[in-house]
């Protein structure tokens, strides 16, 4: 295992502690992903272990998933990820380095979106844009959470709910990549790697971090996701 690899590694399994405890990470584990490995790989890699994190969560929350939700959500995520996935291959890596830092710092500081999906039409169209987004480098983790929060009353529901959402977008995310030519081979290694450390990060994070206060763990994120985006914009526009 290289260096590279074992700080990939190691970032999944304490991000799938916060993810665990506190909930989406405002795209941690993409920001860290894009600083390390080459930039046309990032959001396929980003998919692949994400989809993962999420399956795990929805196992852990089965019973209080509201599927209609997710169902009609996961209908809009195939049209959004197949457009989305086909412009991302297309471009160029530093042009994709500004596309993923921005839209990063928008879902940090940006205004959140109100409004809830409540299974049909709406749903599927919020499905179709979060797709397109995560395609393009964009965090939804916690997009999707507003997104669908208002049509949820009971936290553990919100919470399966949100994880199926974002599973179907992340498993679109690969299978339309994989059509689009792009090959996972090389890094199934890292991968794997990677899921297991997901894994057993979120069974600690179940059982450390939820009597440690949520607001210091989200400001510490916060302006970590921050620098590192602004990073990555600074690389983008050839100033680093």
């Known amino acids: 295992m290289t260096i590279t690899e074992a700080i990939l590694?190691?970032?999944s399994f304490i991000i799938s502690i916060f993810n665990a405890?506190?909930?989406p990470t405002g795209g941690l584990s993409l920001v860290i992903m894009a600083s390390l490995v080459p930039p046309a790989a990032v959001v396929?890699?980003?998919g692949?272990?994400?989809?993962a994190s999420s399956i795990f969560r929805v196992a852990a929350n089965w019973r209080y998933i509201d599927w209609r939700i997710a169902l009609t959500f996961g209908v809009g995520a195939i049209v959004g990820g197949l457009v989305g996935a086909s412009i991302s291959l297309q471009l160029p890596g530093d042009v994709l380095q500004i596309v993923i830092g921005a839209f990063i710092l928008f879902s940090v500081w940006g205004p959140k979106p109100k409004g809830g999906a409540n299974g049909g039409w709406r749903g599927a169209v919020l499905g179709a844009i979060s797709s397109f987004v995560a395609m393009l480098g964009g965090s939804i983790g916690a997009l999707i959470m507003v997104l669908i929060g208002s049509a949820m009353d009971d936290r553990r529901g919100l919470i399966g709910t949100q994880?199926?959402?974002?599973a179907?977008?992340?498993m679109f995310k690969m299978i339309a990549f994989g059509i689009l030519g792009f090959v996972f081979a090389p890094y199934l290694y890292l991968i794997v790697m990677m899921i297991v450390a997901t894994f057993f990060?979120?069974?600690?994070?179940?059982h450390v971090l939820d009597r440690v206060p949520e607001e210091m763990f989200r400001r510490i994120i916060k302006i970590l996701v921050t620098l590192l985006a602004v990073r990555m914009l600074a690389i983008g526009f050839g100033l680093i």
């Open 168 to 170: 179907f977008v992340h």
């Open 44 to 46: 396929p890699l980003h």
């Open 48 to 51: 692949a272990v994400e989809s």
């Open 21 to 23: 405890a506190i909930g």
């Open 9 to 11: 590694v190691l970032s």
């Open 163 to 166: 994880s199926a959402c974002v």
């Open 201 to 206: 990060g979120g069974l600690l994070g179940r």
